[in-house]
């Protein structure tokens, strides 16, 4: 009889490690991975309420329509335009197409001679990225990055990005090169357009931040000699969010009950013990 009575405790005991087992393996299998999420201005992807952000080629009397401050594109990424010292109507998104390459700038001039940047972002001109939470980014994409002597260019451009409280750069090294730095992080990045007269300046930073999550991404250029076009200004043409593992509501359900059954099962052998 005390045989028999051990035995069944052990089968007892068996059956709930299998229960626990298959809800556990349950709740794993109900993990869905949710999509990376990329925007392109130049293919015309996911770009939500940032699609109005009008495409304006503007001369030197013409001042940009955009009414456009802030967008949200359809991942969830928001585009804001700021200025250090902002003009009436504050800064706005605006965007152009060069040798068949589109990016979104900054417009922040203060008269129709459209002197400044260009309808790029410029010295104290902002362009920030910003999600909800912070999240890991798979690529980054800048263009109408010149080489010295490129459109009347003074120097070989340079794009400051602040992301994750440290300050990186995308310098152009030719016509088909540039160099990335943020954080220890370096990078040789080859255009997908080259930086001269006959490309649009276009590159592709893959997982610029490496494994860090940022929750905001500040455009820039540094102050290098003049606020003009002929030094560093550039474009944002487009960013990839990594995918992310995100729990079903099974999952957690069924995790809560794990949770349950094990605190049962520890309350049935101490009242045992007892």
Known sequence: MKT???????LMKLKQASTIVGLLASSALALSVAP???????????????????????????????????????D???????????????????????????GVGV??????????????????????????????????????????????????????????GFTGTLKVLSATQAQWNWNGIEQLVTALSPSNKSGGG???????????????IVLTSPQEAGTSYRYSDFALAGAKTASASV??????AGLGLVGGLLVASRRRKRSQAS
Do not use: H, R
């Open 107 to 164: 417009y922040n001039d203060s008269s129709k001679a459209n002197l400044g940047s260009q309808q790029e972002t410029d010295f104290g001109e902002t362009l920030t990225l910003s999600v909800e939470k912070p999240t890991i980014f798979e690529s980054l994409d800048l263009s109408f990055l010149y080489k010295k002597g490129e459109f009347g260019d003074f120097l070989n451009e340079v794009a400051q990005v602040t992301a994750g």
């Open 36 to 74: 990376a999420q990329a925007f392109n201005f130049n293919s015309d992807a996911d770009l939500g309420t940032c699609a109005a952000v009008p495409l304006e080629n503007l001369g030197n009397n013409t001042a940009s329509a955009s009414s456009l401050s802030s967008c949200t594109t359809a």
């Open 4 to 10: 028999t009575s051990i035995l069944k405790q052990n």
């Open 247 to 252: 729990p079903e509501p099974t999952t957690l």
């Open 202 to 216: 276009l590159y592709s930073i893959l997982n610029p931040f490496g494994n860090t999550a940022v929750s905001s």
């Open 76 to 102: 969830g990424i928001t585009l804001t335009a700021g200025a250090t010292n902002p003009v009436s109507g504050g800064a706005k998104l605006t965007k152009k197409e060069v040798n068949g390459v589109k």
